[in-house]
């Protein structure tokens, strides 16, 4: 455990930004899945999800939870799927 002043603050950061992290992550893995099961089903608001999904992307690479290759290839994915 750490028993500098900063370096306790520093690990309490840590804890409170790896939740916000994997909330965030997480909730970008729940906007592609719903877009995936919709266009699957043949859904008519497959437009308005992948608007959705690719918002939630962008959003993750400015944060730096994904790297802006990873982000341009699933939105890549995605709108494949759409187009199909």
Do not use: C, P, W
């Not at 500098?4 to 939740?19: D, P, Y």
């Not at 893995?29 to 992948?50: C, H, M, N, P, W």
């Not at 699933?74 to 709108?79: A, N, Q, T, V, Y």
């Amino acid at each position: 455990m750490a028993n500098i002043k900063s370096a306790i603050k520093r690990a309490e950061l840590n804890i409170v930004q790896k939740e916000r992290n994997s909330g965030q992550k997480a909730a970008l893995r729940t906007s592609i899945k719903k877009f995936e099961v919709a266009v699957a089903a043949g859904a008519d608001d497959a437009q308005a999800l992948y608007v959705v999904a690719a918002s939630a992307i962008d959003r993750a690479h400015s944060k730096g939870l994904i790297h802006k290759n990873k982000a341009n290839r699933d939105k890549s994915r995605l709108s494949k799927k759409l187009a199909k």
